[in-house]
């Protein structure tokens, strides 16, 4: 599985010209290969984060060649935002969610992102680390609907563990409960650098086929 990682620094006067050209992008949903896409606003900022999910890199390059740019034409949002980054991650290992009620990630009302640089000796520690601690910790959680954990592609100490909640509070309700025991756990010296984003996702922008 692919995702394209995309985050945009939107005018602040220019948000709603913006969103209306997000919600065209629904014509993705006809395209080969095709998963899901989801997006919002980070918390705080005028920075609007869009994760696509692709089967597999040639359906994606199919995509960009032949229906990416009438698409991006009709959307007009260039003038909307004054900076965008576009990256291509691979799955590494998906994050399950555990028993909750026929709710799925394209329905989920908050992302959590975490950026991480990890140490090149640590790679294999890191990901187990998150098999054996994160997820079964994440699972038991109420309002979790699961995540993965990519790596960039063109990055390879560059990692993305994304989770998909319910809700804002069901996220609170683990930082404060769950988290800090889980912390305690986890060793100190894997992780090089790490950036977190809260993001509130806009059901308009959601994507399924």
Known sequence: MIAKYIRCEVVEAKRNIFSKGQRLWLE???CEGFISQLGGW??????AVILARWTDMESVKDFMSAAHDPIAERANQVGSYSHISVSYLSAVICIPAFNQGGKNQASCGFIRIADCYIDPDKL???IQEQKTLWNPGMQQVEGMLGGQLWQFNDESDRYLVTTYWESEAAHRHYMAEYFPRLKQQAATDIIH???GHH???EPSWRVTP
């Open 42 to 47: 980070e918390q705080e900022t005028n920075i």
């Open 193 to 195: 650098t790490i950036s």
């Open 124 to 126: 294999d520690e890191f």
């Open 199 to 201: 993001i509130q996702t």
């Open 28 to 30: 993705t949903a006809h």
